[in-house]
Nanobody, 131 residues
């Protein structure tokens, strides 16, 4: 059974930076798509960024140019570098992984609207951005 564990959340001021990490365990095969999601207070969960099995990345419009996702498949880690954070970035952040086959377009679609394609989820790490 695959397990994901996030770390790195905390409080940060507007314009600051934060690095979130996700450590995977309990699986041997490479996941076809791994992503970061967030659940802001009072709002629905939304996809933030994802990386497909070929290393292709995709981002939500709200974070493009500020956040960077990267993966170390050998170490089974997924990182989200958050720069120039804004108050609207405040949320619980989750790492998720999809083990069924999907290409880059599928990974993008799953990030935006097919969250159910991600089979494994971490417990989340909170991020609070203050002014």
């Amino acid at each position: 059974q695959a397990r994901l564990k996030e770390s790195g959340g905390g409080s940060v001021q507007v314009g600051g930076s934060l690095t979130l990490s996700c450590e995977g365990s309990g699986y041997n095969n490479r996941m076809f798509c791994m992503g970061w999601f967030r659940h802001p207070p009072g709002n629905e969960r939304e996809g933030v960024a994802a990386v497909d099995k070929d290393g292709g990345t995709t981002y939500a419009n709200s974070v493009r140019g500020r956040f960077t996702i990267f993966q170390d498949s050998a170490k089974k880690t997924l990182t989200l570098q958050m720069n120039n954070v804004k108050p609207e970035d405040t949320a619980m952040y989750y790492c998720a992984a999809a083990e069924v086959y999907m290409d880059g377009d599928g990974c993008y679609t799953a990030l935006l609207s097919r969250h159910q394609d991600f089979h494994y989820w971490g417990q989340g790490t909170p991020v609070t951005v203050s002014s």
